[in-house]
């Protein structure tokens, strides 16, 4: 069964700064996609970034853009000019393009940003 | 395009008595989930519809539960006698099979639900 590994509970940023979160994830698929969803306190989870993983370019919006290597099975989400906003639990997410109803999350890493 | 949308926001119940959620996907959304999600965790499946079908059930999905979404739009979530360990947040999602985009699922706010 596909994990999803989250190794940072807790980080935190300098507004302005740049910050990487971690993921990692087991598959043994080879047609999948990734995700990063953004839950701040109290509020619904938001989209954030999604791979395909036959796309070999990393995805990128706005300041989030994300460092997908395939072979490694990681997938981590780089954070830059952190603004106040930015402060959340983010969660790493992966589905399989197989059985897509199957969706697996990480545990979560809860961003803190400091002014 | 609403988004998702979920009521109530919050529950309180006593052990034993019998909670229902609604889910509203976003219009035209096919694929409607149910997701649990406890404190530090993300979330994890429960069920799926695709329109009317309800097409796979997680195993955390205890005879207890049970989820109807009758006419392919609104979804609701059902718990019999609650139990202590049902105090969580319940999720709901929504995705667009014809999307385009490989079924991206969009959350709604939540259900969080308390027994005491």
């Known amino acids: 069964a596909q994990t999803v590994t989250q190794s940072q509970p807790e980080m935190s940023v300098q507004e302005a700064e740049t910050v990487t979160l971690s993921c990692t994830y087991d598959?043994?698929?080879?047609?999948?996609?990734l995700f990063w969803y953004k839950q701040p306190p109290s509020r619904q989870m938001i989209l954030v970034i999604r791979q395909e993983a036959y796309k070999q370019q990393n995805a990128t919006e706005n300041r989030f853009s994300v460092n997908f290597q395939k072979a490694a099975k990681s997938f981590s989400l780089k954070i830059s000019d952190s603004q106040l906003g930015d402060a959340a639990m983010y969660f790493c997410?992966?589905?399989?393009?197989?059985?897509?109803?199957?969706?697996?999350f990480g545990a979560g890493t809860r961003l803190t940003v400091k002014p | 395009d609403t988004g998702v949308s979920q009521d109530p926001r919050h529950k309180i119940t006593k052990r034993g008595q019998n909670v229902t959620f609604r889910c509203d996907p976003i219009s035209e959304h096919n694929r409607l989930y149910w997701y649990r999600q406890t404190l530090g965790q993300g979330p994890e499946f429960l069920t799926y519809?695709?329109?009317?079908?309800?097409?796979?059930k997680s195993r955390l999905l205890s005879d207890r539960f049970s989820a109807e979404r009758p006419k392919g739009s609104f979804s609701t979530l059902e718990i019999q006698r609650t139990e202590q360990g049902d105090s969580a947040m319940y999720l709901c999602a929504s995705s667009s099979t014809t999307s385009g985009w490989g079924d991206t699922q969009y959350f709604g706010p939540g259900t969080r639900l308390t027994v005491l």
């Open positions: 519809f695709q329109n009317e079908a309800q097409l796979e």
């Open positions: 598959t043994s698929e080879s047609d999948y996609y």
């Open positions: 997410a992966y589905r399989s393009d197989y059985n897509n109803n199957d969706m697996r």
